[in-house]
């Protein structure tokens, strides 16, 4: 089995290039195991998203939606840019974000 290749980068490494697009890069600094829970909360958030969607419920579609976004954000890939916080200010942005989908 081959792992998927990693879009390629802007010069200073904020962001990835996808189809063109610039997207902003997830924080590098991001503990492995804390990175790997953020991403299975994303993935769950956003097919629930479209199951909500789909059951036309539009409070269940906002509550995963609002998930979605703790997640981003925890990740690095929204809100105040990774790389304008200090060390301290990322471990925070990301542990708290872990511990909001993890209630």
């Known amino acids: 089995m081959s792992s998927k290749p990693r879009p390629a980068t802007t010069p200073d490494g904020h962001h990835v290039v996808i189809d ?4 902003r890069a997830t924080d590098p600094a991001l503990d492995e195991d804390a990175g790997a829970r ?7 958030a956003r097919r629930a998203v479209g199951a909500a969607r789909r ?15 703790t997640a981003k954000v925890a990740l690095g890939e929204r809100g105040v840019p990774w790389w304008e916080q ?6 925070a942005r990301w542990t708290e974000g872990l511990a909001a989908l993890e209630a």
């Open 20 to 23: 063109g697009r610039r997207w």
């Open 55 to 69: 059951a036309d419920d539009p409070q269940a579609e906002r509550a995963a939606r609002d998930r979605v976004q």
């Open 38 to 44: 953020l991403r299975v909360h994303l993935m769950a």
């Open 86 to 91: 200090s060390a301290e200010e990322r471990r």
